[in-house]
């Protein structure tokens, strides 16, 4: 994934950089082990979704991944529903962005997320946001495959994070 910047309503909110020791300690490596759930589309299709629940697992999210499965996707969980930018520091696949609120209806749709690559500088990072609780972070064009539309309505289970 991309580091994010979360939106002040919540008093620790600070921006995260790809700098930090969390990113660091990967050594530019994915995350691995994380828990998944089954996400369900309007139009009838599962798949099922890794989560990033904890504050470190949502700043690395997709970083340095390379490829993903066609049927993917990462489902980032936030304690309350606020509104969220992301960007894509280090993250190496073009992506569709789906911001979600907490009842699970789509907010804003963000297709073709263009990929960062090592040297893209800072201020040419590709740089999304929304309102939601969750965000979707899928395979770019799986959003046009599955119909997907602000609007609607997805399906999951997941709990959610105190911090």
Not at 38 to 57: M, N, R, W, Y
Not at 60 to 79: A, S
Request: some cysteine; overall charge positive.
């Amino acid at each position: 994934m991309k580091a994010m910047w979360i939106a002040a309503c919540l008093a620790l909110a600070v921006p995260v950089r790809a700098s930090s020791p969390v990113v660091e300690e990967l050594g530019g490596k994915p995350q691995q082990g994380l828990a998944a759930t089954p996400l369900k589309f309007p139009d009838g299709k599962s798949i099922k979704v890794e989560l990033a629940v904890t504050p470190e697992q949502r700043e690395i999210g997709l970083m340095n991944r390379t490829t993903l499965p066609k049927d993917y996707g990462m489902l980032f969980v936030f304690p309350v529903e606020m509104r969220l930018e992301f960007w894509m520091k280090n993250t190496f696949v073009d992506l569709d962005m789906v911001f979600i609120d907490t009842a699970g209806k789509v907010t804003a749709l963000h297709p073709k997320v263009p990929r960062s690559y090592k040297d893209t500088p800072e201020e040419k990072l590709a740089r999304r946001g929304g309102l939601g609780r969750y965000v979707l972070e899928l395979p770019s064009g799986a959003a046009a495959r599955h119909k997907l539309k602000v609007g609607q309505t997805l399906s999951f289970k997941v709990s959610v994070p105190v911090s």
